[in-house]
Nanobody
Framework: QVQLVESGGGLVQPGGSLRLSCSVS????????VGWYRQTPGKQRELVAA???????NYADSVKGRFTISRDNAKNTAFLQMNRLKPEDTAVYYC?????????????????WGQGSQVTVSS
């Protein structure tokens, strides 16, 4: 079973930056897709960025041009660099993995949903 641990959240002012990290267990990391999701109270969890085993990326329109997803296969870690943060980016951020980016989009993921990492954008 794949296990994932998010880190790197915090409080930042509007316009600031944060980088989230997702450490993934297992030897199949290099060939699987990894995604970053976020959720606010009362709303469904949404996929904001995904990267597949070949390095192709996809982003939600709301974060395109501001967020960058990347991966370091040697360290079994994925990252989400978040720049020009806005108050509406405030959420709990989660990472998860799946065989493909399409499966990330429909929620057929390998790992369980942990506590996530809180990101708060506020002045």
């Amino acid at each position: 079973q794949v296990q994932l641990v998010e880190s790197g959240g915090g409080l930042v002012q509007p316009g600031g930056s944060l980088r989230l990290s997702c450490s993934v267990s297992g030897s199949i990391f290099s060939i699987i897709a990894v995604g970053w999701y976020r959720q606010t109270p009362g709303k469904q969890r949404e996929l904001v960025a995904a990267i597949d085993g070949g390095g192709s990326t996809n982003y939600a329109d709301s974060v395109k041009g501001r967020f960058t997803i990347s991966r370091d296969n040697a360290k079994n870690t994925a990252f989400l660099q978040m720049n020009r943060l806005k108050p509406e980016d405030t959420a709990v951020y989660y990472c998860n993995a799946a065989e493909t980016s399409r499966l990330l989009r429909i929620g057929l993921v390998f790992g369980s949903w942990g506590q996530g990492s809180q990101v708060t954008v506020s002045s």
